[in-house]
């Protein structure tokens, strides 16, 4: 049976203690319900009408950058003089760098297709298929790591991998040195450009290069309201940023600038056991717990840069948010597990998100928001020696 308090003392302990867990679950259900709030149109616009720093609070994991946030492409000058850029250009585009001379950078990397391609994967050499999408060059500026796998340290050690590889252009690069020295035009503007009276190889990795540097994305819709102008995007624009930062738990990896954190997760989506199985980053490494990580793509110009994922199977971006949306499970049939040695972990940042379909429609809308078609860049004419 239970006793009753006998003093006033006893009494008012109880008391308190009754009121602290009142006050303790009011504030758990408060802070719930501020997280679970249905935000109104008009209230996320107030809400996000501050500076970015003020913005609602972010759903950020443990081991995120706790300061990780959305950030503006400002355009800073990339500070390449023109007969560099220029150059640097030619040779981008020109196919005698391929052993068949019919193949170019440009031929993966297209910037009527968002520097990309537009396949899944990329056909090279003798019409060879490679395994892998040909990524954007958007902004490659700033990346820290390049390739999907990040085998590339520089820009200029990425410009050998596509030359030399036998499944893309297949060049030798001493038969390239001698073409490229055997044609005027280029050793002269060589020597304009960085004083060599002879062209190397490196010069040549320099060259692009410096021509990759200046590709970039333009200030899109997002920037601006970032920057300030409030009225940059619509109402389902703004829902889709609100979820980018909170329940698509997109902000997660995708961050900055960039919209990357350029590091490197397995999303599940390395195929383990079938025809297309990529261990990404673990052929770098040979480290076991990078099984089936990928550098994390740009958002930038996302609506323009598909197919999207290292393999390029995803054809739509929709489709994209709708695998993010069950959590991109790590599929891997039941015979390859008991076969295999190790088992890729799949990242824990990924998690079903339980987004329905208006609210899939407006993260779409957002990412398209972020995307503003490329420049137009067109091929120039390539140095030749005239025929005697």
Known sequence: MNRRPETKKEYHLLLGVVLFLFLLMAGCLQTRSLKEASW????????????????????????????????????????????R??????????????????????????????????????????????????????????????????????????????????????????????????????????????GVETITRADVATAIADFERTIRSRVSRVDRFINGQTDA???????????????????????????????????GQHLMGRPQEDFGRFYVTQDSSHLGQFRTPTLRDVAFTGPYLHHGNIQELREVLTMYNSGMPQIISRRTREAAAVIPVHDPLLQPLGLKDQELNDLLAFLEALSVRPRTVRAPEFPRNEAR
Not at 117 to 141: E, M, W, Y
Not at 166 to 187: C, F, K, P, S, V
Request: glycine content about 8%; charged content about 25%.
């Open 40 to 83: 109104s149109d008009e209230s996320l616009r107030e809400a996000y009408a501050k500076p970015v720093a003020a913005w609602p609070q972010a759903t950020l994991e443990p081991g995120v950058d706790p300061d990780a946030e959305l950030a503006a492409l400002n355009d800073v000058p990339h500070g390449i003089d023109r007969n």
């Open 85 to 194: 850029r220029e150059l640097g250009k030619q040779l981008f585009f020109d196919p005698i760098l391929s052993a068949s001379n019919q193949i170019s950078c440009a031929s993966c990397h297209d910037p009527d297709l968002g520097w990309g391609d537009g396949r899944g994967q990329s056909f090279g050499h003798d019409r060879q298929q490679g395994k892998r999408n040909a990524p954007t060059l958007l902004n490659v500026s700033r990346w820290e790591h390049f390739f999907w796998d990040g085998r590339a340290a520089s820009l200029e050690e990425q410009v050998f991998g596509p030359i030399q590889d036998h499944l893309e252009m297949n060049q030798d690069l001493t038969e390239m040195e001698q073409e490229l020295n055997a044609i005027e035009g280029y050793r002269t503007a060589f020597r304009e450009a960085y």
């Open 233 to 267: 995007l619509t109402d389902a624009e703004l829902r889709g940023l609100h979820l980018f930062r909170t329940k698509a738990r997109c902000l997660n990896c995708h961050h900055g600038p960039l919209l990357s954190d350029q590091q490197f997760h397995n999303s």
